[in-house]
């Protein structure tokens, strides 16, 4: 399979690239980023043929079978339409819009073409939320309170390379974005209950630097999530999954138990990077022809609980 991958150079680009090395039988075949000396020595140094600053050209091309979207947020919708209304299936990074309407569009634009589009939800492939997962699937696990922690500090417009950015992350929209996701796909409900509370915005980048959201299944799950981009601290997100048989905590793709105590994940996934896994679901998905686990609309409900999250601001 020849994939794109746009937004190639950004942090997230780089792990798309470097995970989709990983994987037999793919090749990147083109490349799409806004800085044409940049991405001119990039695609060079990572020996891609075909670069361009426009994805239009990029998914114009025979040798393009699928994308990937590692591009600023407030692109996502409009760029994964253009896929799908291209013929090419799509892997939107997360979060695949900042709205409910143009989550929904995505939605409807799948539905319209027939071509596959998938959220880049990585939690569900967390090789630590997957033993958590499976676990749950086989009754051996009932999940009465996630506790999550996602801190960074990012009192100015950076990016994860600690770059500067030419676009405003959020809080609610990308990070809680996770977790949101994650808590209604580990528990199988939509939590039926939902607010939020946010601090004050920074002056200059307009956002919430501070947040706390709380939620609840209908079966009595809760979760509560703190986010901050004040945090001068250790930096990511943390999850404590307290259980009905056990108490877990899982860092990025690493889980230990409530005493700290590290829990064998081998066998759970094929890799222990998440990106990569995720990336593999992609190809499998088109290779067989089928819905992956994270599409658009299974993901639809997320972004619905973050409109009502987001209602409780105003």
Same mark, same amino acid.
């Given at each position: 399979?020849?994939?794109?991958?746009?937004?190639?150079?950004?942090?997230?680009?780089?792990?798309?690239?470097?995970?989709?090395?990983?994987?037999?039988?793919?090749?990147?075949?083109?490349?799409?980023?806004?800085?044409?000396?940049?991405?001119?020595?990039?695609?060079?140094?990572?020996?891609?043929?075909?670069?361009?600053?426009?994805?239009?050209?990029?998914?114009?091309?025979?040798?393009?079978?699928?994308?990937?979207?590692?591009?600023?947020?407030?692109?996502?919708?409009? $760029?994964?339409?253009?896929?799908?209304?291209?013929?090419?299936?799509?892997?939107?990074?997360?979060?695949?819009?900042?709205?409910?309407?143009?989550?929904?569009?995505?939605?409807?634009?799948?539905?319209?073409?027939?071509?596959?589009?998938?959220?880049? $939800?990585?939690?569900?492939?967390?090789?630590?939320?997957?033993?958590?997962?499976?676990?749950?699937?086989?009754?051996?696990?009932?999940?009465? $309170?996630?506790?999550? $922690?996602?801190?960074?500090?990012?009192?100015?417009?950076?990016?994860?390379?600690?770059?500067?950015?030419?676009?405003?992350?959020?809080?609610?929209?990308?990070?809680?974005?996770?977790?949101?996701?994650?808590?209604?796909?580990?528990?199988?409900?939509?939590?039926?209950?939902?607010?939020?509370?946010?601090? &004050?915005?920074?002056?200059?980048?307009?956002?919430?630097?501070?947040?706390?959201?709380?939620?609840?299944? *209908?079966?009595?799950?809760?979760?509560?999530?703190?986010?901050?981009?004040?945090?001068?601290?250790?930096?990511?997100?943390?999850?404590?999954?307290?259980?009905?048989?056990?108490?877990?905590?899982?860092?990025?793709?690493?889980?230990?138990?409530?005493?700290?105590? &590290?829990?064998?994940?081998?066998?759970?996934?094929?890799?222990?990077?998440?990106?990569?896994?995720?990336?593999?679901?992609?190809?499998?998905?088109?290779?067989?022809?089928?819905? *992956?686990?994270g599409s658009a609309i299974e993901v639809l409900g997320a972004m619905q609980t973050l409109d009502?999250?987001?209602?409780?601001?105003?």
């Open positions: 399979m020849r994939l794109c991958v746009a937004g190639a150079y950004g942090a997230f680009g780089i792990k798309h690239l470097d995970a989709l090395a990983a994987i037999d039988g793919i090749e990147v075949t083109s490349i799409m980023a806004p800085d044409a000396d940049k991405l001119e020595a990039f695609a060079k140094e990572r020996g891609i043929a075909h670069y361009a600053t426009t994805l239009e050209e990029c998914i114009a091309r025979d040798d393009v079978d699928a994308v990937i979207l590692a591009t600023p947020t407030q692109l996502h919708a409009e $760029q994964a339409i253009a896929c799908m209304r291209a013929g090419k299936p799509v892997l939107v990074e997360i979060p695949m819009a900042d709205s409910l309407e143009d989550s929904k569009e995505i939605v409807r634009v799948q539905k319209e073409t027939g071509v596959l589009c998938m959220a880049g $939800q990585v939690r569900r492939f967390n090789p630590s939320h997957q033993w958590i997962h499976n676990k749950v699937k086989a009754g051996e696990l009932k999940i009465q $309170q996630m506790d999550v $922690q996602t801190y960074f500090f990012r009192r100015s417009n950076i990016n994860a390379k600690g770059e500067a950015r030419s676009w405003t992350d959020h809080l609610l929209w990308h990070h809680a974005c996770h977790t949101v996701d994650l808590f209604q796909y580990q528990t199988g409900e939509v939590a039926s209950e939902a607010f939020g509370l946010e601090g &004050p915005h920074h002056p200059e980048l307009g956002i919430a630097m501070d947040m706390a959201i709380g939620m609840k299944t *209908p079966s009595g799950a809760i979760c509560t999530l703190s986010l901050s981009f004040n945090n001068d601290g250790p930096l990511g997100t943390f999850f404590r999954y307290i259980c009905d048989n056990g108490t877990y905590i899982a860092r990025y793709d690493d889980l230990y138990d409530g005493n700290e105590n &590290p829990i064998d994940l081998s066998g759970v996934a094929v890799s222990n990077n998440g990106i990569e896994l995720i990336d593999r679901e992609f190809i499998a998905a088109i290779t067989e022809g089928r819905e *992956p686990n009502r999250i987001e209602k409780c601001f105003k």
